[in-house]
């Protein structure tokens, strides 16, 4: 599943690398001191990981009580596992050169979107109780690169992140035709 997304979003990626990003500002990368500090870095700090290989700053995007939880035999995610998934998908032919961000939508009624049912899926999935989660939202990224002839590319990527107590982690990655107003 995550090879899937993946794939969709770097074809979309593809796509789009046909359209020059001349110009296109990015903004600093995110260290490991800051990452879960808002919304925003947690998604940067998130596509920055899987295209510069950076394990931590992958890992750190997610919550202990994720990377920590042991199923009935005792297994945990391999999250190497997931970042090498992640990153099979990378294009070593482009250079990560940042992302900036485009928007973000709050994951709020008003917005049409069903907060409740998704605290229910994240406390799930991420093995925290769903008081915890206090805030979601979708963000938009543009990701630049630069290819082997030193133009520089962009795609835009969506991806949903939440609030648990004073950290933000990411949840999950969004189709790019999904409901966002910018």
């Known amino acids: ?16 690398f046909a359209i020059a990003g001349c110009g296109s500002r990015t903004d600093e990368f995110v260290t490991i001191d800051n990452v879960n500090q808002s919304s925003i870095n947690v998604a940067e700090g998130f596509f920055q990981s899987i295209f510069t290989g950076d394990r931590e700053m992958f890992f750190a995007c997610y919550p202990d009580s994720f990377k920590e939880f042991e199923n009935v035999d005792g297994e945990r995610v391999d999250m190497d596992q997931i970042f090498d998934q992640y990153s099979a998908d990378s294009l070593p032919e482009y250079t990560y050169l940042g992302a900036s961000v485009s928007g973000y ?6 917005n049409n979107y069903d907060f409740p049912s998704l605290q229910t899926d994240i406390s799930i ?12 939202q ?4 543009r990701l630049n690169f630069q290819n082997e002839d030193g133009e520089r590319l962009t795609t835009d990527v969506y991806i949903l992140v939440y609030k648990a107590g004073p950290a933000w982690y990411v949840f999950e990655l969004q189709n790019s035709d999904a409901e966002f107003a910018v």
């Open 1 to 16: 599943m995550i090879k899937k997304i993946t794939s969709l979003v770097l074809i979309c990626a593809l796509s789009l």
């Open 105 to 110: 939508n709050d994951y709020v009624e008003e």
């Open 125 to 136: 999935i991420h093995h925290m109780d769903v008081e915890q989660i206090e805030a979601a």
């Open 138 to 141: 979708i963000v938009k990224l």
